[in-house]
């Protein structure tokens, strides 16, 4: 099963410029090496603050921009892994090994990821078959380049 | 440059056993094709419902874990890419042609800016860059920059 | 207290939780306890019983005590105490006293606390234990059972599920296996010198057939099947770090992931396979492609001849890199395969070379390498052989020599949807015009 292990923003994270402690940084790293020694992760990264960043809304077919920064620190993402383990409580006794990711009082949200198997209720090859041939008679269907 | 591309979830997604509406994917999935076909697109995922997630308190040595799921839809994530383009904006023009996860009302769709190792040349000395360079490098787990 | 009521439910829900708690624990934390234990006892199979013990103790004292916050020490001072009271018990039947007295001292003396032991000791002793399973003298099936159990993690059950084999089958096998190491005194060491190649070769071929296993695993197989190809690949990524130097061993593991990134497309929702050529390529994991290509980066990267996994995994890079087939950069994969050929030359190979050929030379160039293999012994019996020689004098415009290659080829599959597609080709050689 393959999990999002994502680590929240706090203020602090969030600042403009803000880089993470050197100290912090190294320790993480020693972390991540255990990870990988253990085999189990599949891609990691972290994120510029949101100042560096933008939204976009979606309302029916309008699309609205919306710069960075963005308050609610806790709402955001500083960071992220992604693993491959057997179960949620592999995930999380992992979580637990890892170094506190912030200097303050931190959260990690742990997400189990959809594998295409989990969508076989609702995809089956006839019915996307059809779909598709259905949407090829449009007269208006942007043809796919 | 990379950046990630984070949907937020609805209640509709959030809902226990959730599946995503299938005409949706196939829209999805078309536009994911482009993405693909130009060259941006380096991973992407969906996210089941929090319901089957956890999240971990930490506070100094201390841990705590909490079961999903968790409520305010709009602060969860239900999925993401990671995009190589040459700025900001391209990642906003690509974002903007996306369908909208949530045909029938409304969606958001967060863009960030993904750190390579050479940002951290302010706090790391030269060597310990290489070094994490080096690491990743090594890696076949990255999404590497390009 | 109901079986119906509400706080048997909720504390029924708990135990199951904690439980996949310690099972998860095991899984992190297991093939280190094991690897510090074989060096303490110099007896892997001493060590993996005695690990379990300690598993078994975790399981009946932890729903009260909780998770201890350091898991693996607490598995390990357990393990060291039973195996100091099973020396002592043993003592006079089995032992002389100063040898007693020796590794009771050396058990006595050493830190229960892994984390306090250096890295490079874990290393050394993960990477001891992955030689001591894979050693040669075991049979290949006994290899992967072994494997599974002390460095996956697996118990005899999920390892009989995922081979389709009765558990006491495996469970005698783990213990055969564990008695000819005792038995033929096999080291707890890293391979040195000439030696290493030859026994790393053998490590790689079990996480191979541990892989293979999972992939041919087919819809409606026990989920611990497919799984396979998820611990052959995290086995293959351990086995990366703590050899990183080896090249075959970034190879292999380029080959499973880039293998794995087809799982999605590989089969049909009803469970039949897809050929290559058919699949739709917008549903193979770009990141588990870009993971492969970097493995094959770093292989690269440290200068030695390129072995027999490297190479396939460069082949099924070729493929990989390809939007689409017409994009497939064949000279390249003919390149590729004739350098296989030369260092582990076989006719499946050849008939690979064969097709490869085909389309990067045009069909007659592929249909000359064909015909020298047609007295073949060991592809007879192999379909894919008039398969591909039917498909070559298809497009040379030679119908009813294809038409009799088709039906032949037919006859030999066992595959029922296989047999029909051939079949159908067959006919088509009548009807088609001979410009198609």
């Not at chain 2, 079961?67 to 023009?93: C, H, M, R, W, Y």
């Not at chain 3, 087919?218 to 497919?226: S, V």
Request: proline share 6%.
């Amino acid at each position: 099963m393959r999990f999002m292990v994502i680590v929240k923003a706090t203020p602090e994270s969030e600042k403009e410029g803000a880089l993470p402690d050197a100290q912090g940084l190294l320790e993480m790293g020693k972390f991540n090496e255990e990870l990988i020694r253990a085999g189990i992760v599949l891609a990691m990264d972290g994120l510029h603050p949101s100042s560096k960043g933008a939204r976009v809304k979606f309302s029916g077919n309008s699309r609205t921009v919306i710069d960075g920064p963005f308050t609610e620190a806790k709402e955001l993402i500083a960071g992220f892994w992604l693993w491959q383990v057997k179960s949620l409580e592999e995930a999380i006794e992992w979580v637990k090994r890892c170094p506190n990711p912030h200097a303050s009082d931190s959260e990690i949200e742990i997400r189990q990821v959809f594998e295409m198997e989990d969508f076989a209720p609702i995809l089956s090859e006839e019915q996307i078959q059809h779909k598709v041939a259905k949407r090829a008679q449009l007269p208006n269907q942007t043809a796919n380049q | 440059m990379r950046f990630m591309v984070i949907v937020k979830s609805t209640p509709e997604a959030e809902k226990e056993g959730a599946l995503p509406d299938p005409e949706l994917m196939l829209e999805m999935g078309k536009y994911n094709e482009e993405l693909s076909k130009a060259g941006v697109l380096l991973a992407l995922d969906g996210l089941h419902p929090s319901s089957k997630g956890a999240r971990v308190k930490f506070s100094g040595k201390n841990r705590t874990v909490i079961d999903g799921p968790f409520t305010e839809a709009k602060e969860l994530i239900a999925g993401f890419s990671i995009l190589q383009v040459n700025s900001l904006e391209e990642a906003i023009e690509w974002v903007k042609r996306a369908p909208n996860c949530n045909p029938a009302g409304d969606s958001e769709v967060e863009i960030r800016q993904v750190f390579e190792m050479e940002d951290f040349a302010p706090i790391l000395s030269e060597e310990q860059i290489q070094h994490k360079v080096a690491k990743r490098a090594e890696l076949p787990n990255q999404t590497a920059n390009k | 207290m109901s079986a119906t009521d509400p706080h048997h439910a909720t504390q029924q829900a708990t135990d199951q939780a904690l439980h996949r708690t310690i099972e998860a624990v095991w899984r992190i934390e297991s093939a280190r306890v094991i690897a510090g234990l074989t060096r303490l006892t110099r007896d892997v199979g001493l060590a993996e019983d005695l690990a379990q013990e300690a598993l078994l103790a975790a399981l009946e004292q932890w729903p009260r005590s909780g998770v201890p916050d350091n898991p693996a020490a607490w598995l390990t001072a357990t393990a060291k105490h039973r195996a100091i009271d099973l020396f002592r018990r043993n003592a006079v039947a089995r032992r002389k006293h100063e040898e007693l007295a020796r590794e009771l001292e050396a058990l006595e003396q050493t830190s229960p606390d892994l984390d306090s032991t250096l890295d490079n000791t874990i290393s050394d002793d993960l990477l001891r234990l992955v030689f001591i399973a894979c050693h040669p003298i075991l049979p290949a099936d006994s290899r992967a059972a072994l494997t599974l159990r002390l460095l996956g993690g697996l118990t005899t059950d999920e390892i009989a599920r995922a081979f389709l084999t009765p558990e006491p089958t495996i469970a005698q096998r783990i213990v055969r296996a564990k008695r000819t190491l005792a038995d033929k005194h096999i080291p707890f060491e890293i391979p040195r010198g000439p030696e290493l190649a030859a026994r790393l070769s053998s490590v790689l071929e079990v996480i191979y057939l541990i892989f293979n296993e999972g992939y041919s695993a087919t819809t409606g197989d026990d989920l611990m099947r497919p799984a396979l190809c998820e611990d052959a690949l995290r086995l293959g990524r351990i086995l990366a770090e703590l050899t990183p130097t080896e090249p075959e061993v970034h190879g292999l593991v380029a080959l499973m992931e880039i293998q794995a990134s087809r799982t999605r497309a590989r089969i049909t929702s009803t469970g039949e396979p897809v050929l290559l050529f058919d699949q739709n390529r917008a549903q193979w994991d770009q990141l588990l492609i870009h993971r492969g290509l970097t493995a094959i980066e770093r292989a690269h990267k440290i200068n030695a001849v390129r072995g027999p996994y490297l190479l396939q995994a460069e082949i099924a890079a070729c493929h990989a890199r390809a939007r689409t087939p017409s994009e497939t950069d064949w000279p390249r994969i003919v390149i590729l395969y004739t350098e296989l050929a030369q260092i582990t030359p076989s006719p499946v190979i050849e008939l690979n070379r064969a097709v490869a050929v085909s389309m990067a030379q045009g069909p007659q160039a592929g249909l000359t390498l064909v015909d020298a293999l047609a007295s073949e012994p060991s592809l007879a019996r192999y379909h894919l052989l008039p398969s591909v020689r039917a498909d070559l004098l298809y497009k040379l415009g030679r119908r009813p020599e294809a038409r009799s290659d088709f039906v032949r080829a037919a006859a030999l599959t066992l595959n029922t949807r296989e047999r029909d597609l051939l079949l159908a080709r067959a006919a088509s050689c009548e009807t088609d015009p001979i410009n198609s």
